[in-house]
């Protein structure tokens, strides 16, 4: 079984306010020992998850070898202050204090640093973000010190401008990465980053009466083009669903997540496809594991 590469342990799938609120007072190892079993119970043996800003993915790793589970988290995701970020991490609003994140999470038994470096998808309204992404200059800053503190970097990623930005700062993995062009698909054929597109907390919204369908189908049509496009250029792709977003449970998001990708690859390359994700995780599963770089 392929291992989940982008999870969120904070989270259940169902309702984000109230999972969070569940370890406000002091994480809830119950809650995480839940989420455990069912990996466990599907075959799944790796995770790496998101991380947090209450302590759950630290305190999860601690517990995962109970189950195990192979578990990487960089014990919270790191954002510049008033943009978008504060449900998984820490804000910082200058380089030192960025610089003192990064030492933070590495003092925490980080295995990579997590940054986000742009805002969400609109389900409403296709081709819309919640907010720009950051500057060019901010995100190579924000790879570069990471790297330079010998940590591998996950980057939240949405929008053109931001990933390529990112692509071109030497990221290790790219997440979600809607909405790319051509262009920026090539680059990120021709490095070495790998990207994990998250193709299930769109597609299994389909149905649910929350977003306009039609919306909904037309921001999954265009990631899954931008996938197969991708793909046959070369693009190293990994496999990660998101797990614990919302309509995204764990263990079966990742079934979800896998039949999403075949879809945009083609059914008939699935073996192609199958080989291209293992080597994705392999490398991160020898990478992102607080090793120095």
């Known amino acids: ?76 995701a790191i954002h510049k202050k008033g943009h978008y970020g504060g449900i998984v991490g820490h804000a910082f609003s200058g380089w030192k204090e960025y610089t003192a994140l990064v030492k933070r999470a590495k003092r925490e038994g980080a295995d990579f640093i997590k940054i986000m470096i742009s805002g969400i ?7 819309i973000l919640t907010e720009e992404g950051l500057s060019p200059d901010e995100i190579y800053r924000m790879i570069s010190i990471a790297h330079e503190e010998g940590m591998r970097v996950m980057a939240h990623g949405n929008g053109d401008g931001p990933v390529r930005a990112a692509l071109k700062a030497g990221l290790d993995t790219l997440e979600h990465g809607n909405y790319l062009e051509q262009e920026t698909l090539d680059l990120l054929a021709e490095s070495g980053t790998i990207w994990v597109p998250t193709l299930a907390p769109t597609g299994n919204l389909l149905g649910c009466g929350r977003f306009p369908d039609e919306q909904v189908e037309r921001i999954l049509k265009r990631q899954s083009d931008c996938i197969c496009y991708a793909f046959w250029k070369g693009a190293r792709i990994g496999l990660g669903s998101d797990s614990g977003a919302y ?3 764990h263990g079966q998001g990742l079934l979800d997540e896998y039949a999403w990708m075949k879809k945009a690859v083609g059914g008939e390359h699935e073996e192609a496809l199958t080989e291209r994700l293992w080597e994705a995780e392999a490398w991160i599963r020898r990478e992102m594991k607080g090793k120095k770089l």
């Open 1 to 76: 079984m392929f291992g989940e590469c982008h999870a969120h342990i904070i989270m259940d799938g169902k309702n984000y306010k109230a999972a969070v609120e569940q370890h406000r007072d002091g994480v809830k190892e119950e809650v995480i020992r839940a989420h455990f079993r069912m990996w466990r119970e599907m075959g799944i043996t790796f995770v790496r998850d998101g991380g947090d800003a209450l302590g759950v993915s630290r305190r999860a790793k601690e517990l995962a070898p109970e189950y195990g589970i192979d578990y990487r988290t960089p014990v919270f």
């Open 247 to 249: 309509l995204v449970p």
């Open 121 to 127: 998808m609109s389900f409403d309204a296709f081709g």
